[in-house]
């Protein structure tokens, strides 16, 4: 059975670091392609940011420049690293993976709360 364990959240004063962690189990080949997403309160998911198959990335813009998405080499651990982080980065936010580069993603994680005082 597949499973997406996401560990690293907590709570942070604005301005502050904290690391995400994925860990995929049940298969390889689960974190090929990866991606956080995030929810916050009253708001839709959105995507945070994604790594492909060979380690390209993308970042929200929202994002771009304080968050940087990591992977071990054996694919079995997703990273999303964060700095700089403000109130409205408060969300939950959720690891996502799948075998290919095909824009969608098979597995999901629980989530992992960060909330960010000001």
């Known amino acids: 059975q597949v499973q997406l364990v996401e560990s690293g959240g907590g709570l942070v004063q604005a301005g502050g670091s904290l690391r995400l962690s994925c860990a995929a189990s049940?298969?390889?080949?689960?974190?090929?392609?990866g991606g956080w997403y995030r929810q916050g309160p009253g708001k839709e998911r959105e995507l945070v940011a994604r790594?492909?198959?060979?380690?390209?990335?993308y970042y929200a813009d929202s994002v771009k420049g304080r968050f940087t998405i990591s992977r071990d080499n054996a694919k079995t651990t997703m990273y999303l690293k964060m700095n700089s982080l403000k109130p409205e980065d408060t969300a939950m936010y959720y690891c996502?993976?799948?075998?290919?580069?095909?824009?969608?993603?098979?597995?999901w994680g629980q989530g992992t709360q960060v909330t960010v005082s000001s």
């Open positions: 996502a993976g799948a075998n290919y580069d095909y824009g969608h993603y098979d597995y």
């Open positions: 049940g298969s390889i080949f689960v974190l090929n392609a």
């Open positions: 790594i492909g198959s060979i380690g390209i990335t």
